[in-house]
């Protein structure tokens, strides 16, 4: 190898490699600072798991698929330390990193990297079979893809060249020792006649060294203008992850003079956001669980980040002007230079209004995503732009908007016929019981919806029987904020939760039980952003917990129809976590046959609610709520069981929509225990 020509086709490349890498990076120092370099312990140990353990790749969710990933990724780790060998083996024939050579670890890693080559091109011809053949729905099945599987192919065809040839060419050669591979490919090329003396030999093995590092660096260099950028940014992006609860939606500090209500334009995103637009992989796993993608709504998680990226790109070169000026603490003339972008907006344009309030927070994206892209807070973000900033936003919201605004509540029913359902059951008051230990947070469902307002009983019922000292608020209690929120509305929020926070801080509330899971979420999340933690619990952890104790006991057999199915909630669920509780609380019912759905647990889908979805007209494309009754009907139960106001009226609208009243019952589980109790 000449090494003037490696000297130049190195310093031609990586030069090429920087100048590419800075442009793509220098317009995320022009979005908003995110402080993501805390805790530095459970990040690094988050990388390790998630980065190098490939631990989203290898779930069951397409198993398979993941497997040739990791084969592929580890591959990659293992082979470019090979590579960097071979490039200083042409300044160097006897080139090779410290520690390595003809030491033990050096031959060890020779094997490896044989094994490697070997994981490699079987991963690669997995993931183009899967492609070419099995074509998942739930991928872009770009040309684009095709073409990097056989570059990265085509690289381990002449990193094997080399090894063979350069073996060939010196029998004697210590690596051979390990390199099992090599020598197979050795004795191949000797029984077609190749000896140590041939041109052709030599001929070859410039071909293989050449060709693998030609191809290599040409890969580098494309890496930044292609969808496998995320092989930079995804270590990055999975450091900077999100350590908030998962429930929680980061905050907005509406008392900072240069606050930014939401994301209007691509540089209000914050510097993950932008990472996050780099880092898709475009593998598909958000929108093959989004309600909203397979009920045929305009929106596709993986679209929403993909499109911001190629807007992004649109606006790279104003970005990087934009930023140097910043670097220069010239901020007045950063944001003249972005001002003179007249091309098309990033929310209303770039990503429809009609795709932003399709979400409904469910989460099955974010928690599906191996790369850690944060799909419902992005989404959030421009909801408040649209709410907070130009007052848009779908018209059946006014009347939302209004009820909270002005009664407390979002059915727009008067505050102070709140408590009115708990009037003739015994039920204190903290002004009547200031002792209590637990507050029954209702929420508005418990307090307004008729449905959930014999769940608020059920569970009082059941409390009182066990004798827990608890207090209901009754018409001092207001909406927790957790709908405004997640609807854009933040100031909306911030003021419910603020003034939650006062009342609970005047009454001395240490514990707070809710048979609301987006209550329970709320309180117990996102209400310690804004300075009181409280112990939460639902109610369904309560009623376990009387149920281990013995204070409860079964032994009324279970009377409702047929086979029960139990409908994970989202907010219960996938953000929090609990999916035995309610289970054994099922089982805990005599008589009760309990089977599963083929979505449950943590691929439950959702019952359309979430998100503010409830108060919304659904006109475009099958209903959320009718998709997941006919999931949990095809389980042939008759008797569906919920643990949430929001699924409890979503499942019940479904089945009056087919008109099954008389065949489906929906239940909540406390209704179910209150049945089969005995005192």
């Not at 637009?277 to 958000?286: D, H, L, N, Q, V």
Request: proline fraction near 4%; charge should be neutral.
């Amino acid at each position: 190898m000449n090494p003037a020509a490696m000297g130049l086709l190195l310093f031609v490349s990586l030069s090429l490699f920087t100048f590419s890498v800075t442009r793509r990076f220098l317009p995320l120092f022009v979005m908003q600072p995110d402080n993501r370099l805390d805790n530095r312990r459970e990040r690094v140990m988050g990388v390790l798991k998630l980065f190098f353990g490939q631990r989203r790749f290898l779930r069951a969710f397409e198993r398979v698929h993941g497997i040739a990933h990791v084969m592929i990724f580890w591959g990659a780790v293992v082979v470019t330390l090979s590579t960097i060998q071979m490039a200083g083996r042409g300044f160097s024939p006897d080139f090779h990193l410290p520690g390595l050579g003809g030491t033990r670890l050096g031959l060890t890693y020779v094997f490896l990297k044989d094994l490697f080559t070997l994981s490699i091109m079987a991963g690669c011809a997995i993931a183009f079979v899967n492609r070419v053949v099995f074509r998942p729905a739930r991928m872009i099945l770009s040309a684009e893809a095709l073409v990097i599987l056989n570059w990265i192919f085509w690289m381990m065809v002449m990193d094997l060249l080399y090894e063979s040839t350069l073996f060939v060419l010196t029998p004697d050669h210590v690596e051979a020792q390990a390199a099992f591979l090599g020598v197979f490919g050795k004795n191949m090329l000797m029984r077609m006649g190749l000896t140590a003396d041939s041109a052709a030999t030599a001929q070859l093995h410039a071909v293989g060294s050449w060709g693998h590092l030609i191809l290599g660096l040409s890969f580098l260099n494309y890496l930044p203008y292609c969808k496998q950028f995320h092989e930079i940014t995804s270590l990055p992006s999975i450091y900077m992850r999100s350590l908030k609860k998962k429930g929680a939606l980061t905050p907005q500090h509406l008392e900072d003079e240069d606050a930014i209500f939401g994301v209007g334009k691509i540089e209000e995103f914050s510097f993950k956001r932008g990472l996050d637009m780099y880092s898709c992989a475009e593998c598909g796993r958000c929108r093959a669980n989004c309600p909203a993608y397979l009920t045929d709504k305009p929106l596709s998680p993986m679209a929403v980040i993909m499109d911001e990226r190629e807007h992004l790109k649109k606006k790279t070169n104003l970005m990087c002007r934009a930023a140097l000026h910043k670097f220069r603490k010239e901020p007045d003339n950063a944001r003249a230079v972005l001002e003179e972008w007249d091309g098309e907006e990033l929310v209303g344009g770039v990503i429809s209004e009609d795709a932003i309030w399709a979400c409904t927070t469910c989460g099955h994206c974010v928690s599906n995503c191996p790369l850690m892209v944060e799909h419902v807070d992005n989404i959030i973000d421009m909801r408040r732009h649209l709410v907070q900033v130009e007052s848009r936003f779908p018209k059946e919201l006014t009347q939302f908007f209004k009820g909270c605004e002005n009664l407390s509540n979002p059915w727009s029913l008067a505050s102070n016929t709140r408590g009115d359902w708990f009037r003739d059951l015994g039920v204190q008051t903290p002004e009547e019981n200031p002792n209590f230990e637990y507050l029954f947070y209702v929420g508005c469902a418990g307090s307004f919806d008729d449905r959930y307002k014999k769940v608020s009983t059920s569970l009082v019922q059941l409390m009182q029987k066990a004798g827990v000292n608890f207090a209901c608020l009754g018409d001092n209690e207001m909406c927790c904020g957790e709908t405004a929120r997640r609807l854009g509305n933040e100031y909306l929020a911030q003021h419910m939760i603020n003034f939650n926070l006062e009342m609970f801080d005047s009454i001395g509330v240490k514990k707070i039980v809710t048979a609301c899971p987006h209550c329970f979420n709320t309180l117990k999340n996102e209400y310690p952003q804004f300075g009181k933690t409280f112990q939460v619990i639902h109610h369904t952890e309560l009623i376990r917990q009387l149920t281990k104790k013995g204070v409860f006991r079964a032994g009324k057999k279970f009377s409702g129809k047929g086979p029960v199915v139990y409908h994970d909630s989202c907010y219960l669920g996938r953000y929090n976590d609990l999916y035995d509780i309610p289970r054994d609380i099922a089982r805990f019912i005599p008589g009760m046959k309990l089977v599963e759905a083929e979505r449950r647990e943590r691929t439950s889908f959702c019952c359309g609610a979430g998100g503010g979805r409830m108060w919304m007209e659904e006109k475009i494309g099958k209903r959320i709520n009718t998709e997941r009754f006919e999931q949990l009907y095809a389980t042939g139960a008759r008797t569906i069981a919920t643990a949430c106001p929001y699924c409890m009226i979503m499942l019940d609208d479904a089945v009056k929509e087919k008109g099954m009243e008389e065949e489906v019952v929906i239940m909540d589980l406390s209704q179910m225990m209150l049945q089969s109790v005995v005192d």
